[in-house]
């Protein structure tokens, strides 16, 4: 299944879009789009399947929620992409920009959270679990929030079809994509709640969800462009 995932994206959405960049040679900006659509699906998808530090990640262990999410994801990747060249419109540079902006933002916080989870980086929440040995952790991102990775992801989903100025694609990530993702977190955090008891509970009173809290955003900012980069 996770060899299929990487083939459909991998293969045949850069390959679309090769296809469409050849059918329609009036579309503005058709070549970046192309090069920009494979380059993220490809970081994407090693970075999904092939980061983890779990053994053999790529072996689907019953999470159902990164099935549907990853095959979601993948046909949202579709849908910028036909509506790219298919719904000819005006592009417009500060929706593009605003979209830009937060892509790297995305990025960023997803890799943060990454790096701060080190060898407690798994991709699989629902089914078999793959590390046995893990501990809250609080610090890095999870000083401010639960999930930065899911952030991250969800800010990302905003910011693809910005950057494309395909709205539709908008549509089905705030219908379809961000709810897709909402259930997996919840069912991450029934896990951790699970495990952690008290403990996860008391960190859940102090710790934003997606976002930081409050008075906490000013040192939230400062820590992602600083310890990010180092």
């Known amino acids: 299944m996770v060899n299929a995932f990487i083939l459909l994206a991998n293969i045949c959405l850069p390959a679309t879009a090769v296809f469409l960049s050849l059918k329609f040679p009036s579309t503005p900006f058709r070549w970046w789009f192309s090069l920009l659509i494979?380059?993220?699906v490809a970081i994407r998808m090693w970075e999904t399947f092939f980061t983890s530090r779990e053994k053999d990640p790529r072996r689907f262990a019953g999470d159902w929620t990164l099935a549907v999410g990853t095959f979601a994801y993948i046909g949202l990747c579709f849908v910028i992409t036909l509506e790219f060249f298919l719904i000819p419109r005006e592009r417009f540079f500060s929706i593009s920009l605003v979209?830009?902006?937060?892509?790297?933002?995305?990025?960023?916080?997803?890799?943060?959270?990454?790096?701060?989870l080190g060898k407690q980086w798994a991709i699989h929440v629902v089914g078999?679990?793959?590390?046995?040995?893990n501990r809250l952790l609080q610090l890095g991102p999870?000083?401010?929030?639960?999930?930065?990775?899911?952030?991250g992801i969800l800010i990302e989903e905003i910011a693809l079809p910005l950057l494309a100025n395909t709205y539709y694609a908008l549509v089905m990530a705030v219908l379809i994509n961000i709810p897709l993702l909402l259930i997996r977190l919840f069912a991450e955090e029934?896990?951790?709640s699970e495990k952690f008891g008290d403990d996860y509970h008391a960190y859940s009173q102090k710790s934003g969800?997606?976002?930081p809290k409050g008075e906490k955003w000013p040192l939230?900012?400062?820590?992602?462009f600083s310890e990010v980069i180092r």
């Open 190 to 192: 029934k896990k951790s």
């Open 128 to 133: 078999e679990g793959k590390i046995k040995k």
């Open 99 to 116: 979209g830009l902006v937060l892509y790297i933002f995305a990025a960023r916080l997803r890799w943060w959270g990454q790096i701060t």
């Open 142 to 151: 999870y000083e401010f929030i639960r999930h930065p990775i899911y952030s």
């Open 220 to 224: 939230f900012f400062k820590k992602i």
């Open 209 to 211: 969800r997606f976002f």
């Open 38 to 40: 494979t380059a993220h």
